[in-house]
């Protein structure tokens, strides 16, 4: 399975804009980024997901290093409610696997 | 659209009982996943399902752990005899197709405390 690296955690301001990074330097060819994130007391929800652009929808942005091996989460202004942990995960499309690993904890300060 | 449905959403046992869990995943949704969450950690995959067909099961422990998707619709997950260490929240996911880059559907989970 591919790997991610994640900070453990990671604390913002209110109102600020926020990076979560992710590495997977193993990444192959083929495999998708994908973000997805918990808040508390719930199951995960998808966030956003991209192979070699970047990409935007209403909840972030994800900003993909030219070579792939590195990804970047972008909430444009944290809002208390965006305090949960996120996940990084690389989706191998053949086999359809979505592994989760312990994610970044973001604690948004108001 | 009503999203995966999973009960109970508590359940305390004492160890060496069993207990079962239920998932409805959102109408229509070919894939089925069963995932572990231990407090602290990210969610464990245990068995994933394409209709009524496992497709993997790798990480179950099956020696305690079955489940089955009957008419490749509901599912449930079941202990059979539970141990101190299956303390843990049990996410049911379900997402349109297999093999393509669809988004999962997660419900809310059922934590389950065995004592």
């Known amino acids: 399975d591919a790997k991610t690296t994640q900070p453990n955690s990671m604390e913002s301001n209110e109102e600020e804009p926020v990076h979560l990074p992710c590495n997977h330097s193993t990444i192959s060819g083929t495999d998708y980024i994908h973000w997805y994130r918990q808040l508390p007391s719930q199951g995960p929800e998808y966030v956003i997901h991209g192979l070699t652009s970047n990409v935007n929808n209403r909840m972030a942005s994800l900003a993909i290093a030219e070579d792939r091996k590195s990804s970047t989460l972008i909430l444009h202004r944290a809002t208390l409610r965006d305090a949960a942990v996120y996940y990084c995960?690389?989706?191998?499309?053949?086999?359809?696997?979505?592994?989760f690993g312990p994610g970044t904890s973001l604690s948004v300060i108001p | 659209e009503a999203g995966v449905a999973q009960s109970p959403r508590y359940k305390i046992i004492e160890k060496r009982q069993s207990v079962a869990f239920w998932c409805n995943p959102i109408?229509?949704?070919?894939?089925l996943y069963w995932y572990q969450q231990i407090l602290g950690q990210g969610p464990k995959l245990l068995i994933q399902?394409?209709?009524?067909?496992?497709?993997?099961d790798s990480q179950l422990p099956k020696d305690r752990f079955s489940a089955e998707r009957l008419k490749g619709v509901d599912s449930t997950l079941k202990i059979q005899p539970a141990k101190l260490e299956d303390s843990a929240v049990y996410l049911c996911?379900?997402?349109?197709?297999?093999?393509?880059?669809?988004?999962?559907?997660f419900g809310s989970g059922t934590q389950l405390s065995v004592l």
């Open positions: 996911a379900s997402s349109p197709e297999f093999a393509t880059n669809e988004k999962l559907f």
């Open positions: 109408s229509g949704h070919a894939t």
């Open positions: 995960i690389l989706r191998e499309t053949s086999y359809d696997k979505v592994i």
């Open positions: 399902f394409q209709n009524n067909g496992v497709v993997d």
